[in-house]
């Protein structure tokens, strides 16, 4: 990035209204209060080693997860950001059983909701190792003036008016789509902003995959022939392909966006619906995936196409490189 030469996120966020004929400047204030959120989260996850902040929080999140002190932080952060807004009249996030409703008069006239996981990677906190923030934002389906209802969440990812991810790594970058390409934006520290560093990013065809392998034996027949496809030696082919996992989805999800290759997550003995949520994690990559001209499936069908049946629904996940989704669909119809 040029320093005499950047462009902030809400300088592009401003910017960008003149693609949405009508905006009043509601989704602008509302990315931009997530990027508030993201600063603050950045700060506590970089001095995660120096403040009580690593560690388990004592407590059992509806997912029966055991969270952790920074995954309260960060929902605390963002659930304020955005009631702080007057840009959100509710909430739905991985941490709480039931959707958070904002009851303020300003909040109340809001028309936007949001579905968040605020702390991708849970498990990674304590080893340092890349973590992520994921949100995706509707425009309600109730009267406005009045209180948001289960259904307003409930709605298919082709609904989604923007949605996005932060990633908490070497550099802290917001990566985001309103449905006309994605942008990334890297925090530059010096100027506590985040800046524009990766225009209209593009996912070019892939030749890596990331899966848990070690799940390999509970996974379906299809992504057990996709996996051997995959280490199939065939200099003719240029295989094999390379296996990249680090089991954090924002983290593997960012370097396949960039470079090229897939995320699965299939369904497993333990976790026959699949394990990662439709609302707050498949949804929003979906729709950053194929703004970036990737693809995302459930194995047989478009993951933006269901009709959520719970806030907390669980689905099987694929989503990365077109030619590799392609194909991972092509194993487990066959």
Known sequence: MNSYNLTTLIEFIIAKQA???????????????IGV??????????KAGLVDILGTAGNINIQGEEQKKLDVFADQQLIGSLKASGEVCGVASEENDEIVV???????????????????????????????????????????????????FLQEGSKQIAAGYIIYGSSTML?????????GFTLDPSLGEFCLSHEHIQTPPGS?????????????????????YCQDVDPANKRPYTSRYIG?????????????????YPQTHKNPEGKLRLLYECNPMAFLAEQAGGKASHGNGRIMDIVPGSL?????FYTGSTNMVDKVEEFLMA
């Open 19 to 33: 693609d949405f004929p009508g905006a009043k400047g509601e989704l602008s204030r509302l990315l931009y209060s």
């Open 208 to 228: 890596m995959y990331s899966i848990n392998e070690g799940n390999y034996l509970a996974f379906p027949e299809g992504i057990k022939r996709f996996i051997k």
């Open 248 to 264: 954090s989805l924002v983290a593997d999800f960012h370097r396949n966006l960039l470079k090229g290759g897939i995320f699965l």
């Open 312 to 316: 907390h629904q669980r689905i099987p």
């Open 37 to 46: 959120a993201a600063k603050m989260i950045n700060k506590k996850v970089n």
């Open 175 to 183: 990566v985001y789509t309103t449905g006309k390409g994605v942008n």
């Open 102 to 152: 904002f009851d303020h008069e300003m909040s109340k006239d809001a028309k936007y909701l949001v579905c968040m996981d605020p702390l991708d990677g849970s498990s990674n906190i304590d080893v340092n190792v890349s973590i992520g923030t994921i949100f995706s934002i509707y425009r309600r389906l109730s009267p406005r003036g009045t209180k948001p209802g289960l259904e307003d």
